[in-house]
């Protein structure tokens, strides 16, 4: 017999903020965001009997944000789930009481949202990525489809709290393999346009994508751009290879929104944000594209396809 949910216990529809810098997707069923209804559904809630979800979405301006974070606290929602770093600092400085949830996140404690993973110790708890442990792994992978790789871009989110840390570790990933490292802000389609011009211009061999919303949001933009421009590239979010780019390695993103309402189900039932640590994934996806390695001339070695978690053909 599955435990009582909150709902059923306390005898009233629990409220929940979502938050979030994107747009609303088009389908729940075939966005990740969707995997947090369906582990509600798991944990036995049925949204519109046992819970209600107050969508907030900055539709890709930033600054919309705290004015959203500031109207669920207005709300009184029993719990915020925070979806990237822009969003998790938005509802950080709305509310110190509300809990916080975040899906995922690169770096929660180098953000300054958590004090430290095994106790973040205030009102906010969730799911890290594990982006920073594994942006090496990119500059490996871009290598090996690459072997004369020289000179690595990087694109990065300026709204994002994670990208410092992320380029640290991928220019110290460059270094031992003896290339270079360019850094390029893309907050605008337009910045986007002109980090590509510049590529071009500085016979740049291989593009990364730093996770953030922003990049998440024009990932069609950018892979077209890629293959326009010939050049392979990486992602740390499936939803890359799926619309066009090249490859991506890195945590399930799917898999951390379902685990949120874990942690959602877990204060609703009393316990507190402070004394439940960060989950940190156990599993990385190589996802690939294998029509844009062949538009790109790219021969996808055996043993890469091999290893890979899925081949998009």
Request: proline share 6%; hydrophobic share 40%; aromatic share 6%.
């Amino acid at each position: 017999m599955p435990a009582l949910t909150f709902a059923q216990l306390r005898g009233r529809v629990v409220r929940i903020g979502f938050l979030s810098p994107r747009d609303r997707p088009q389908s729940m069923e075939v966005d990740n965001y969707g995997a947090f209804s369906r582990g509600m559904r798991e944990l036995g809630y049925l949204e519109g009997k046992d819970y209600t979800i107050e969508w907030r979405y900055a539709d890709g301006d930033y600054n919309r944000l705290p004015g959203h974070a500031a109207e669920l606290v207005r709300l009184n929602v029993d719990v915020i789930v925070a979806t990237t770093s822009p969003a998790i600092r938005a509802a950080q400085q709305a509310t110190s009481t509300i809990p916080i949830v975040f899906p995922n996140t690169g770096d929660p404690v180098g953000s300054g949202f958590v004090a430290s993973l095994a106790h973040p110790g205030g009102n906010i708890t969730g799911l890290s990525n594990s982006n920073l442990d594994v942006s090496g792994k990119l500059v490996e992978l871009l290598r090996i489809i690459a072997p004369r790789l020289s000179r690595i871009a990087v694109l990065v989110d300026p709204g994002s709290s994670t990208y410092p840390a992320m380029v640290k570790n991928l220019q110290a990933a460059a270094q031992q393999v003896g290339a270079r490292l360019a850094v390029m802000n893309a907050g605008t389609p337009e910045d986007v346009e002109r980090a590509f011009a510049s590529m071009a211009r500085d016979r740049i061999g291989a593009v990364v994508l730093a996770a953030g919303p922003f990049l998440t949001a024009r990932r069609q933009q950018i892979a077209a751009s890629s293959i326009k421009q010939r050049l392979p590239s990486i992602s740390q979010n499936s939803s890359y290879p799926e619309a066009g780019g090249l490859m991506s390695y890195g945590a399930n993103a799917e898999e951390g929104f379902r685990r949120a309402a874990v942690y959602v189900d877990k204060i609703l039932k009393g316990a507190k944000p402070a004394d439940l640590p960060i989950e940190q994934p156990t599993t990385f996806d190589l996802v690939i594209n294998a029509k844009t390695a062949k538009a790109l001339g790219i021969a996808i070695p055996q043993e890469m396809a091999m290893r890979a978690s899925r081949v998009i053909e």
